[in-house]
Structure formats: structure tokens, C-alpha cells
């Protein structure tokens, strides 16, 4: 009986063989038109042949009126507020998605009011939908992949302020520990109904990185995040001892790796090669973690030629041999400047190579 699209992934993420190479690849709006111009309205995860697919689950705001969390600064008219109370202001037309950020904690300096903040609400009720689009991925012999980055330190952050937060943390402040509690608390709940709907990977991430190097020192790290990124991890274990944990940081991650693998995490990602050896990491860890992404998307992608995007999508499947232990793709959303040619060059190349390996 052949092997299913979600059994391939599960097995390459298991290091554990493979029929063919993994492939991943989102779009950014304007490379999803582009895309439709060339082969019509057809769903492009067909068309690279993405084992999996995305699944979210549906919350509400705790707020009623998110510019009332804002007494301490006026936000601009064309601010909208997400679901964490997060607001999220328009940049230039070149910015595309990144958007400037307000903290509707920044500057606070009661306990209460972090006490008091309302998080998003959601229930099993409402969700069956997740666990109808769940099963119905399972039939079509796809893997279900649960969204839930901005776990623990980046949720926070972005509610709080990254200033304010790691003065909290370097104080050891009451207000950290309540805040951090708070997320961990809503990304277990997250976590136990994603896995309760049955996904087979659940994606959290932080991005801990810069491109210069960790964002924050590694004790600071253990000391604030990693115990409370471990309880999200074990409550979704506690459900399901085999559902796999990938997890995605932005810039240099290499000082968290050994932290993320005793947390539990069995896939990372990006491995951003401006700033990570993939050989170096896969050398260290490759017996002990997977590697999802890999293929730049601030140089090779968009500047490199098809030629050298072949080549190096070749060489990191090499890497990582028969056993598998790569899925690979972008390390980032594909923005508008990356020619297809070199997205077809990673497709053609995951092709060519996985009867050989």
C-alpha cells in the first residue's frame, strides 16, 4: 500500500526514511497572484506537493473596545488590534506585512492592571471545525500542522514591550512572573485542544535570535522562559505522547538548541544561513533534531541564481542522508522579489534527488 503524504513527513521527521523529500513553501499575497496568473486558481501547496496543512483554531478577544487598553499613549486611526490587544499600525506601502507595533502594557506599573488584562477566549464548543478539518486532512492523507508560534516570550513581549518586559526579567519583578504565567497558561490551553483535534505537528516559536546573536543571554532564558515553554510542551505530550513539536526563532538560535531539545522540541526552524552553519548545527544535533526550511530567503531566494538555489537545496538534503531529518523550504515567507524560477529550482531539486539518496 503506498505511503501517504502525512506518513512521509511524519516518517522524515522522525529521521526515519523517507519516500520523497518534503517540500514547504507560503507565498506572500503578491506570489500567490503571481502564482494564479501562471496555473490559475489552484491551490499551490498541490503544486509544490506540501505534505501538510495549517490549521488554526478560532478565539475571540478578551476586550470589548482594544483602544481602552491604550490610556497611556493614542494610537493612530489606522491602527488595528489583534487578539492578544496588540495594536499594529500601517508602515510604508514597502513594508508589505511588517507593521509597527504598540504595547498596550508598555509603561505600566500596576500588578493589577497585568493581573486584569484580558487575554483571548475560546472554547471546545466552537472549535469543531478544527477537529472536522483535522479528520478531513487525515482522509486526504495529509499532515495537520497547528499554529500557535508566539508561544511564551514574543506573545509577551509584544503585550508588554520588549524593553519593559526584560527589565522585569533582570529585576526579577513581580510583574514578569505574572505575565509570563498568564501566556503559558493560555498557550497550554491552545496546545491541549490542538492536540485533543488530533494535528501531528503543533508549531510554537519565539524568536530569540538576532542576526548578530542571541536576543537575550542564555541564563536569562532558562531562568524566564524555558521551564514555562516545557509546561506547554508537556501538556501536549500529556495528550499525546507522539505528537511532534516544531519550533521556529528568527536569527542566530544555536545558543537555545540544547535547551529547545530537553524542552522536547523535535523540528527547528528555520535555520537562517546568514546567521546558522547548517552544517555546523546538523553536525551537533542531527541525531537528535530535525531541520525544517534551510534555503534563505534574504539572499539565495531572491538574489540567487536558479543555478546556485539547486545546488545548495542538493546539498542539504546530502547532509542529512537517508534517514531524512529535513523538510525543505524558504526559511521565511516568500516576498515579492524571489523569482519563481528559483522556487521551481528547490522544487525540481527535491525531485531529482530523493531516488538517489
Known sequence: MPITPRENLIRTARRQGFEWIPVDVLLCDSQVEDFKKKFGDIDYFDWFGVDFRWVTLTEHPGYTNGRLLYHRESLPDDTIIDVIGVGHSKGSEAAYHMTRMHHPLQGCESLDEILNYPMPVFSREENQPLFDRVNNLHERGLAAMGSMQMTIWEAAWYIRSMPDLLMDMMMEDEKASVLLNRITDYSVQRVQLYTQAGVDIVSLGDDVGMQSGPMMSVDLWEQWIKPRFKKVIDAARKINPQILVFYHSCGDATAFIEGL???????????????????????????????????????????????????????????????????????????????????????????EIYPQI
Not at 262 to 279: K, T
Open 261 to 351: 531539545i530537553d524542552c522536547g522540541v523535535d523540528i527547528l526552524n528555520p535555520i537562517q544561513p546568514e546567521c546558522m552553519d547548517f552544517n555546523r548545527i546538523h553536525e551537533i544535533y542531527g541525531d537528535r533534531l530535525s531541520f525544517w526550511g534551510t534555503l534563505g530567503t534574504q539572499q539565495l531566494l531572491p538574489f540567487g541564481t536558479k543555478e546556485e538555489v539547486r545546488e545548495i537545496t542538493l546539498e542539504r538534503i546530502r547532509v542529512c542522508g537517508k534517514k531524512g531529518g529535513i523538510i525543505i523550504g524558504p526559511t521565511h515567507l516568500v516576498e515579492p522579489e524571489v523569482p519563481f524560477e528559483n522556487l521551481l529550482a528547490m522544487k525540481n531539486a527535491a525531485r
